[in-house]
T-cell receptor, first 113, second 114 residues
Framework: QKEVEQNSGPLSVPEGAIASLNCTYS??????FFWYRQYSGKSPELIMF????GDKEDGRFTAQLNKASQYVSLLIRDSQPSDSATYLC?????????????FGKGTKLSVIP | DAGITQSPRYKITETGRQVTLMCHQT?????MFWYRQDLGHGLRLIYY???????DKGEVPDGYVVSRSKTENFPLTLESATRSQTSVYFC?????????????FGEGSRLTVL
């Protein structure tokens, strides 16, 4: 069973702080890594993807990937109350056959004004 | 409007009834997916389709049937609904291949089975 693990939270941070969301995965053959944001009662939306080791920055968001440690993270700088949502980590897994994208259960983030 | 739409958005049904959830996308994306989302389980793939007339099982296919006669439509049918199928169902699509994770989701269909 290929797994993607996230701390369910809730993670509470004050407005303006850095929020750090973590994700580990079990399949060493995983190639692509994604972060989705899901507001309560809404559908997931893609906010970041990363394919190579290291950091990838997009505005206030930074995705970090360490394939050796099988770890991917999302940093949100200058957190805003509008960032309050559940963040889903998704990982493409290796192997032939069925579709290979596995979601974690998500981490709920609350940004406190 | 372009995009991916699901219907109905809300549905209440009884155990044993047949229910069909509709999904329509206007992007001509090759891949379409059905996920269910439950507390404690996250998003789980039910079925997916790589193209018209090509479908395959995901992680939790039992009790569900899909078809894809046209690229833009991907209906999900619960042939005999059970209470365990109470969930929020999301349809998604992407133009990419089997390893892409860049999915576009519909707004979801909330199904309650009494």
């Amino acid at each position: 069973q290929k797994e993607v693990e996230q701390n369910s939270g809730p993670l509470s941070v004050p407005e303006g702080a850095i929020a750090s969301l973590n994700c580990t995965y079990s399949d060493r053959g995983s190639q692509s890594f994604f972060w989705y944001r899901q507001y309560s009662g809404k559908s997931p939306e893609l906010i970041m993807f990363i394919y190579s080791n290291g950091d990838k920055e997009d505005g206030r968001f930074t995705a970090q990937l360490n394939k050796a440690s099988q770890y991917v993270s999302l940093l949100i700088r200058d957190s805003q109350p509008s960032d309050s949502a559940t963040y889903l980590c998704a990982v493409t897994t290796s192997g032939a056959g069925s579709y290979q994208l596995t979601f974690g259960k998500g981490t709920k983030l609350s940004v406190i004004p | 409007d372009a995009g991916i739409t699901q219907s109905p958005r809300y549905k209440i049904t009884e155990t044993g009834r047949q229910v069909t959830l509709m999904c329509h996308q206007t992007w001509s994306h090759s891949y379409m997916f059905w996920y269910r989302q439950d507390l404690g389980h996250g998003l789980r793939l039910i079925y997916y389709s790589a193209a018209a007339d090509i479908t395959d099982k995901g992680e939790v296919p039992d009790g569900y049937v899909v078809s894809r006669s046209k690229t833009e439509n991907f209906p999900l049918t619960l042939e005999s609904a059970t209470r365990s199928q109470t969930s929020v169902y999301f349809c998604a699509s992407t133009a990419g291949g089997p390893s892409t994770g860049e999915l576009f989701f519909g707004e979801g269909s909330r199904l309650t089975v009494l």
